[in-house]
Every structure is written in structure tokens, then in C-alpha cells.
């Protein structure tokens, strides 16, 4: 019985993926590592260090340092920062409040850590998100794609991983839901092949937020 829907917030919440790929692929420029965007879609959802990590291995044979990750996250952010703000996902708000009126809890889960979020997504979806079932960059020692922030995310609405769905849209994401044994639909809100999300393990592969929105009454009786 489901009592519980996690919501990744970039690419599920925000159309948010397509900023964060270009000031990627900018910082990651300008430090002279080919991180590409296709490469950030791939990547999605792992913390900034494990991000930076992965590509120093990948094109200068060794393993990053803090200092770094330190100025490529701090240069990211400042691109990412100078873009215009994203926007709420269409369909988002709808299936939000649907499955609020079926008195579900919902529950964030995202790699992202600013202390702005709560007010952020108070504004955009009002009545929804509760600090204590939010599960931030701030809480996660290892990130996606491991299962420890959903979880996190299942201790905090004391629910099983048979009474969890969790909504996502990343390869990763889908990685580390499956893993923690939530039943786990993929909203393809980017420019990756739908294979990539049902490989990892999702049960659904849908094509937007507003194609899950429209199909939440039947799934929530299934
Ligand atoms: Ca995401």
C-alpha cells in the first residue's frame, strides 16, 4: 500500500537540468576538462565532488582534491547563478496536490544543498514540502547513486520501501531509488533515450511530469 512519494527536485521539480548542464560544461572548460553535457545528464544527481572526481580520473588520470572541487563547484554555481531562474516542471503542481489530497506524504530528495530551498519551493508549491521530510545535500554522506538518501528519505516519513514511489528523472536517481526498493517511475524530462532510465530499473518510463500528472488516479488504484 503506498503511503509515501519521494520527488527528486532538478529535472522532476525545476526544469532546472538544461542550466545546470551549460554552467557544467562552462566551469568544467575553463579548467580544461571536457566534461560535455551529455555527460552532466549522465551524471546527474551525484554531489559536486563525486561529479569533479569522475572527470579528473577520466581525462587527467587521478583523483580530484578538495581545494578542486572547491573552485570548479564555486565557478559552476557562479554560471549557474547568472542564468535566469527556472521554472516550476509543467504538471508538477497538479500531481503535487493530487497526491497530497489522497493524504500521501511527500517527501524531497535532492543532492542540491542551499538554505534557500524550503522558501523556494513554499512559493512554487504552496502547502507541499516540510522541512522535516526533506532530505538535502546538507544530510548525505555519499549521494546518489547510492540508496542512502532515499533511504534517508523512507526513516523520515517512517515508511517501508514497498509503501514508497519515488519520482525521478535521472539515470542515477532511478540507480539509487531501485537500490533503496522503492517502486520508482522516470520521468524523461531531458535529452537522454528513455533505455537509460528502464536499465537502471525503473518500473515506469513516462515523458513528462504533466504525462504522470494526467495518469496518477489510475496508477494510485494499481
Ligand atoms: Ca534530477
Same mark, same amino acid.
Given at each position: #500500500? ?13 526544469? +532546472?537540468? *538544461? ?13 580544461? @576538462?571536457? #566534461? ?26 587521478? /583523483?580530484?582534491?578538495?581545494? !578542486?572541487?572547491?573552485? #570548479? ?10 542564468? /535566469? ?8 503542481? +497538479? ?20 538554505? =534557500?530551498?524550503? &522558501? ?5 508549491? *504552496?502547502?507541499?514540502?516540510? =522541512?522535516?521530510? #526533506? ?12 540508496? !542512502? *538518501? ?10 517501508? /520501501? ?13 540507480? =539509487? ?13 531531458? *535529452?537522454? /533515450?528513455?533505455?537509460?532510465? =528502464? ?12 504525462? @504522470?500528472?494526467?495518469?496518477?488516479? &489510475?496508477?494510485?488504484?494499481?
Amino acid at each position: #500500500m503506498l503511503k509515501a512519494v519521494c520527488f527528486d527536485m532538478d529535472g522532476v521539480l525545476y526544469d +532546472s537540468m *538544461p542550466h545546470h548542464a551549460e554552467a557544467w560544461a562552462k566551469a568544467s572548460e575553463d579548467f580544461g @576538462l571536457g #566534461m560535455t553535457r551529455h555527460d552532466v545528464f549522465m551524471q546527474e544527481g551525484r554531489t559536486g565532488f563525486s561529479t569533479i572526481d569522475i572527470f579528473t580520473r577520466k581525462y587527467w588520470g587521478r /583523483p580530484t582534491t578538495h581545494e !578542486e572541487v572547491d573552485r #570548479m563547484y564555486a565557478r559552476k554555481c557562479e554560471y549557474f547563478n547568472a542564468l /535566469p531562474e527556472a521554472e516550476p516542471m509543467p504538471g508538477a503542481r +497538479s500531481l503535487l496536490e493530487q497526491i497530497k489530497a489522497d493524504g500521501l506524504q511527500i517527501v524531497l530528495v535532492t543532492g542540491s544543498a542551499q538554505h =534557500s530551498l524550503l &522558501e523556494r519551493l513554499n512559493r512554487d508549491y *504552496p502547502n507541499i514540502f516540510r =522541512s522535516d521530510l #526533506m532530505v538535502t545535500g546538507f544530510d548525505v554522506t555519499y549521494g546518489k547513486p547510492d540508496p !542512502e *538518501p532515499y533511504l534517508m528519505a523512507m526513516h523520515k516519513a517512517a515508511v517501508s /520501501p514497498d509503501e514508497t514511489m519515488v519520482v525521478e528523472n535521472a539515470p542515477l536517481g532511478v540507480r =539509487s531509488a531501485v537500490a533503496a526498493g522503492a517502486y520508482t517511475v522516470a520521468c524523461n524530462t531531458g *535529452p537522454l /533515450p528513455d533505455h537509460v532510465l =528502464s536499465d537502471e530499473g525503473a518500473a515506469l518510463v513516462l515523458p513528462s511530469l504533466q504525462a @504522470l500528472s494526467d495518469r496518477w488516479k &489510475e496508477l494510485r488504484i494499481d
